[in-house]
């Protein structure tokens, strides 16, 4: 009987113990809890270390293993209990597949417990959509040919502080034209990208987390226009040319023409002179080494990759000062 009462006391201890072994350490109720986190901004699937600070009522850290348990609104946190380190606890916060704001909260027995204007333990994430302040909407270039060009759209998404946001789903829409996509996601940039063709001026927005950008618009333009003439002396033409000696011709734009980007005439016999963007008129003046008929060619393209081209033909004949002698017959008297 004695022994059977010995053997149950220390079934009993030895529960008690295992008990004991098994209770978690927690953080005195008078201690504080400091949350923090490297950003306040994370897209759908992101993720982000959590970091708490425990602190009892003297300033000092908690014991080293005072469990520590974090909470979300929204996503979650893994591991939800973490032991401390030099005061220290730390987790990983997954955003998940929705938008909005997570809450997410630290506390270790009666400690973050209560939330108060100066609460410390609590820190908001806006995830996804919920980040947005934000969004603009650009073409590049800003013009097309009134033939029909294509454009980039881009769209640019931001958070507070200017901060370019990544994975925010943004919708399109043009008064005129194709979309190549009324949808696009925002990249590492921040921009989400499209291709817009039209051929009429045509405006452009793009909307996101229930925010509209301005409006971008593109300006239809008239395809390259140039002209090109050729004078020698005061002679307004190029049809007789003499061998060597000098011809000039008149460089300029259409009265009606797209922005020129690059304009080049080429003299037809081999060489070239680059005239940049034909700004304004230009002459240049041209002496051909040779004897033949030339076609001269100003060659234009405008910043939709448009090409025109104006022409002369230039005839050149040898010079009199290089023709053979011509021989007279001595007539006897």
């Not at 100066?118 to 302040?133: F, H, K, L």
Request: charged share 10%; glycine share 10%; aromatic share 4%.
């Amino acid at each position: 009987m004695f022994s059977r009462s010995c053997q149950a006391l220390w079934v009993a201890a030895a529960l008690l113990a295992a008990g004991c072994d098994r209770m978690q350490l927690l953080a005195p109720t008078s201690s504080t809890i400091t949350v923090t986190v490297p950003t306040r901004v994370l897209p759908t699937g992101g993720s982000k270390e959590i970091t708490a600070f425990v602190m009892e009522s003297s300033g000092t850290p908690v014991q080293n293993g005072t469990t520590v348990r974090f909470s979300t609104t929204l996503g979650r946190v893994d591991p939800v209990d973490a032991q401390t380190r030099n005061g220290f606890a730390v987790a990983t916060f997954f955003a998940g597949d929705a938008s909005g704001v997570a809450e997410i909260r630290a506390t270790s027995g009666g400690a973050g417990a209560a939330s108060t204007a100066a609460t410390t333990n609590v820190v908001q994430i806006s995830v996804g959509g919920a980040a947005v302040e934000s969004v603009t909407v650009r073409a590049n270039p800003a013009v097309v040919s009134s033939n029909g060009s294509t454009v980039d759209v881009i769209a640019t998404v931001m958070a507070a502080g200017a901060r370019l946001l990544s994975g925010i789903p943004v919708s399109f829409s043009a008064t005129r034209g194709t979309l190549s996509n009324t949808t696009a996601v925002t990249q590492a940039s921040g921009d989400a990208r499209v291709a817009l063709t039209t051929n009429a001026d045509t405006d452009i927005t793009a909307t996101t987390a229930g925010k509209t950008s301005n409006t971008a618009r593109v300006t239809a333009q008239a395809g390259p226009s140039v002209t090109l003439s050729c004078a020698v002396g005061t002679t307004t033409n190029c049809a007789t040319v003499t061998q060597g000696h000098s011809v000039t011709f008149a460089a300029q734009r259409g009265t009606t023409t797209s922005n020129i980007r690059t304009a080049t005439l080429e003299f037809g016999e081999g060489s070239s002179v680059d005239l940049g963007s034909l700004s304004g008129p230009m002459t240049v003046p041209h002496a051909y080494s040779q004897t033949g008929t030339f076609t001269a060619r100003l060659i234009a393209t405008d910043v939709n990759n448009e090409t025109t081209t104006a022409t002369q033909v230039v005839r050149v004949g040898g010079s009199s000062a290089l023709r053979s002698p011509l021989r007279t017959r001595q007539v006897g008297r």
